[in-house]
Structure formats: structure tokens, C-alpha cells
């Protein structure tokens, strides 16, 4: 099952900040986060494992809330590198090195 | 260290023809994967090999599809004949990090540039 994000497009200025959302309809058990600038590989960012885990990466943060099934991706103070699609991702289980269900993406853009 | 490799960056052929994509995974990664992305959606998994097995193949659209992986290094992904549909990035990602969370183990995985391949 596909997870759900949103929005699926963010105009940001220089400085602001933004949240994207991801969630699921059914129990996740890992939430990986990646960044792809265009014409670029996707890079990952983060992963998380555990309910109410929260990890940082530069002035990108995420939270996992496995009672609701979703997670956020916090970007602050945004700079104009961050500009990207983002790509939520889980696991379909605690199998072992398993595939990465992706979201559709949310595309951000970052104004000076 | 190097990342993982793909080529050709692009490839443009005729409906009908043939296109064979290489991924060279970093070295070491015994996990390697196919992914597909369609103009605009989601990054769709493919396929995922353990060395030189195929270990979830689920993801393959049809048999047009061939994926190997001799020796367990590089991976190619045939795709014969082809149609209009196949259009898209195809990305390899190959992993080996782990994390650890009780019993179980999540990878990292590390993704090529992609293929841009466009069936006309």
C-alpha cells in the first residue's frame, strides 16, 4: 500500500519553514525519507524505526507517530538548496533488506 | 568511495526495439534493487537481488522485463520489446549499512543517477 503525502507542492521563500506529511493505511514499520533534486539519484536522508523517534539531518528533522501511521519531515529555515521532491518510503514488513514502497513525492521550491 | 553507476543516462529507442540498462552498485553491496519512475509519480520498486538471486521480483511490470545479475556484481535490465509505456527513469540503488532495531535489520539504500529511457 502506497503511502499518502501532502501536500504535493510547497513555494517556500528563503528562511521559511515547511512540513511534509506522510502517512499510511496500514501499520508502518519504518519510515524512509530521500530527497531528489531534478535530473539527480535520490538521496537519502533519514530513516526511522521506532513510535516517537525523531532524527535530524541539518536543518531537516522528522518524527514518527506509529499509533497514527504517519511521519513529518520538518524543513527550517529553508535554504535554497534544500529545493527538491521528497519522497517518503516504508517497508512492507520486518523482512529483511525488503523494497521501499514510496509516495508519489512532494515537490518544494525554494525562492531567494 | 564511489556511488552507484548507471548507463546510459539516456537512451531514446523506437517502439518495438530493444534497450539493455546497466547498474554497477557499490562495491561490496550485496543488496542491489531496480526502481522505476514514471513522468510526475512515485518511485516504483521493480526488483531486488541478493548477490546473484533474484530475491522479490514482484514488481516487474511484465515478461518484457529481464533482470540479471552475473557474479553478483553489475546488474543489467532488458527490456525487449519495447512499448510506449516503459518510458521513464529507471534507478538501480544497492545497499549494505544496516540498522538495527531489536531483531530486526532496515538497510539504507543508495540510489544511481537513473536511466531516462523514452520509448517513441
Known amino acids: 500500500q502506497q503511502p499518502v503525502q501532502s501536500p504535493q507542492a510547497v513555494i517556500l521563500r528563503e528562511g521559511e519553514d515547511a512540513v511534509i506529511n506522510c502517512s499510511s493505511s496500514?501499520?508502518?514499520?519504518?519510515v524512509h525519507w530521500y530527497r531528489q533534486k531534478h535530473g539527480e539519484a535520490p538521496v537519502f536522508l533519514m530513516i526511522?524505526?521506532?513510535?516517537?523517534e525523531q532524527k535530524g539531518h541539518e536543518k531537516i528533522s522528522a518524527s514518527f507517530n506509529e499509533k497514527k501511521q504517519q511521519s513529518s519531515l520538518y524543513l527550517t529555515a529553508s535554504q535554497l538548496s534544500y529545493s527538491g521532491t521528497y519522497f517518503c518510503?516504508?517497508?512492507?514488513?520486518?523482512?529483511?533488506?525488503?523494497?521501499?514502497?514510496f509516495g508519489s513525492g512532494t515537490r518544494l521550491s525554494i525562492r531567494p | 568511495e564511489a556511488g552507484v553507476t548507471q548507463f546510459p543516462s539516456h537512451s531514446v529507442i523506437e517502439k518495438g526495439q530493444t534497450v539493455t540498462l546497466r547498474c554497477d552498485p557499490i562495491?561490496?553491496?550485496?543488496?542491489l534493487y531496480w526502481y522505476r519512475r514514471v513522468m510526475g509519480k512515485e518511485i516504483k520498486f521493480l526488483l531486488h537481488?541478493?548477490?546473484?538471486?533474484?530475491?522479490?521480483e514482484s514488481g516487474m511490470p511484465n515478461n518484457r522485463f529481464l533482470a540479471e545479475r552475473t557474479g553478483g556484481t553489475y546488474s543489467t535490465l532488458k527490456v525487449q520489446p519495447a512499448e510506449l509505456e516503459d518510458s521513464g527513469v529507471y534507478f538501480c540503488?544497492?545497499?549494505?549499512?544496516?540498522?538495527?532495531?531489536?531483531?530486526?535489520?532496515?538497510?539504507?539504500?543508495?540510489f544511481g543517477p537513473g536511466t531516462r529511457l523514452t520509448v517513441t
Open positions: 540503488a544497492s545497499s549494505q549499512t544496516k540498522t538495527r532495531y531489536y531483531n530486526h535489520y532496515f538497510y539504507e539504500q543508495y
Open positions: 496500514k501499520a508502518l514499520y519504518s
Open positions: 537481488f541478493v548477490k546473484e538471486s533474484k530475491q522479490d
Open positions: 526511522l524505526l521506532k513510535g516517537g
Open positions: 518510503g516504508t517497508e512492507p514488513g520486518y523482512s529483511s533488506a525488503s523494497k521501499i514502497i
Open positions: 562495491s561490496g553491496h550485496d543488496n
